[in-house]
């Protein structure tokens, strides 16, 4: 006798231990039983993900969202989905709908801010990050995103302590260690810029 959900949690332990081939095979396994098991096509669309192999999640998810449209994980994985493929206004499409159903999950709240910026809604973007951040002031990909859309704003100062929160919780956080350089490197530059062109306005005056 099988056991679907003692194999989804076999799946997700797998996933957790970046075995995502591995994982995949229980979930396909579990659908040789259960050809409708949502789960499993959201865990499994959850670990291409990981792997970037983006059409192979969005046809697992189209699976898993016509046998359950109103799953939000399902909808949150699309729109994950849809912003990793640059299709912004999509991803928002299926990010708010998550949303409306799982109010204030931080993680929702980062994807959808983040589309929303790259849709030109920048403002509104950064403010649904910082909801996002006040929910898990302590989440790297919170505060790494939030860098990458404040060094983008050229507000360097407010990137530059995101990138630096997150080597404080995580110090062997190589990303973070590079987007900082990267905002230091900027903010000087840019420094320099501003004092040429106000000197070459002085001298025009």
């Known amino acids: 006798m099988y056991d679907t959900q003692s194999m989804l949690e076999e799946a997700e332990l797998k996933k957790q231990n970046g075995q995502h081939k591995e994982a995949i095979k229980i979930c396909e396994r579990i659908l040789n039983y259960d050809l409708d098991f949502t789960d499993a096509y959201e865990e ?9 192999e983006y059409q192979k999640a969005k046809r697992a998810l ?5 046998l359950n449209p109103e ?7 699309m729109g994950f989905v849809y912003s990793c493929m640059g299709k912004w206004k999509t991803s928002i499409e299926y990010l708010e709908k998550a949303d409306e159903m799982f109010q204030n999950h931080p993680e929702i709240l980062r994807c959808l801010g983040w589309s929303i910026f790259h849709n030109g809604q920048k403002q509104q973007g950064i403010i649904l990050l910082e909801r996002a951040l006040n929910l898990a002031p302590n989440d790297a ?20 302590r995101m990138f630096s929160k997150v080597l404080i919780l995580d110090p062997t956080n190589d990303k973070a260690r590079e987007c900082l350089n990267a905002v ?6 840019y ?15």
Do not use: C, H, W
């Open 191 to 205: 420094g320099k810029l501003k004092t040429n062109t106000n000197e070459t306005k002085n001298q025009e005056m």
């Open 44 to 52: 499994i669309a959850d670990n291409y993900l990981t792997l970037r």
């Open 62 to 66: 189209d699976r898993a969202i016509t």
């Open 184 to 189: 230091k490197f900027f903010a000087t530059e």
């Open 71 to 77: 799953s939000p994980n399902g909808n949150y994985l």
């Open 141 to 160: 990909l919170i505060l790494t995103d939030l860098g990458v859309l404040y060094m983008n704003e050229k507000n360097f100062e407010r990137a530059m």
